[in-house]
């Protein structure tokens, strides 16, 4: 299958700091990427989606300027959590699929990022 | 709004039975349902596909089914072994785009 690569696997940083996540696609091109986060027992929850050369579009209550989203090519997105607070510490997962968005195909999931923010 | 359910959080069976899984859906209508699974600190890897016109869908030791009039599909591993042990997750595709999970079910196969 596809492979979805995260960098960095974790990331300790100090509240009030900046922290880049990236997603790369490494053997297709990704029109379309997905960010989530994950709270300790709790289900992967939608962050935004962006596609390729266009703004994120975010989920209800995720704050656009805190968590930057850019897609600048068909093969690496990122996030950047600004101003992070403890609060933010989480896991973060990207997912990517090729053209239209995860229709009737399989998603290729990250190994995701553990955030402290300490 | 959307809701999946896994009624079950954690689920402990010895090696060699069948593990069943449930997943619940409400207000919704999807053309599919995916299962996933998750390994601690990992990201979830896809595991099966079934459509609304699908009954149902095996893969090796894998079945699922999914019943669109009761709103809900059921993940099976049989001769299940302790490298089974993980995290399942129930998707649904979200306006078309997106994947909505549920929040998992975690299986423990004992030896």
């Known amino acids: 299958g596809a492979v979805v690569s995260q960098h960095p696997s974790r990331v300790i940083c100090k509240s009030g700091t900046s922290v880049k996540i990236e997603c790369r696609s490494l053997?297709?091109?990704?029109?379309?990427m997905f960010w989530y986060r994950q709270f300790p027992k709790q289900s992967l929850m939608l962050m935004a989606t962006s596609n390729e050369g266009s703004k994120a579009t975010y989920e209800q209550g995720v704050e656009k300027d805190k968590f930057l989203i850019n897609h600048a090519s068909l093969t690496l997105s990122t996030l950047t959590v600004t101003s992070a607070h403890p609060e933010d510490s989480s896991f973060y997962i990207c997912?990517?699929?090729?053209?239209?968005?995860?229709?009737?195909?399989?998603?290729?999931f990250g190994q995701g990022t553990r955030l402290t923010v300490v | 709004s959307q809701k999946i359910e896994q009624n079950s959080e954690a689920l402990n069976i010895q090696e060699g039975k069948t593990a069943t899984l449930t997943c619940n859906y409400t207000?919704?209508?999807?053309?599919?349902l995916q299962w996933y699974r998750q390994d601690p600190g990992r990201g979830p890897v896809f595991l099966l596909l079934?459509?609304?016109?699908?009954k149902e869908k095996r893969k090796e030791r894998l079945k699922v089914t999914f019943d669109t009039t009761l709103k809900q599909s059921l993940f099976h591993i049989t001769a299940s072994q302790p490298a089974d042990s993980a995290t399942y997750l129930c998707a649904l595709p979200q306006a078309g785009t997106a994947l909505i999970f549920g929040k998992g079910t975690t299986l423990s196969v004992s030896s």
């Open positions: 207000n919704y209508s999807p053309a599919y």
């Open positions: 997912s990517a699929a090729t053209s239209g968005g995860v229709m009737n195909t399989e998603a290729f």
């Open positions: 053997d297709f091109q990704a029109t379309t």
């Open positions: 079934i459509r609304e016109n699908e």
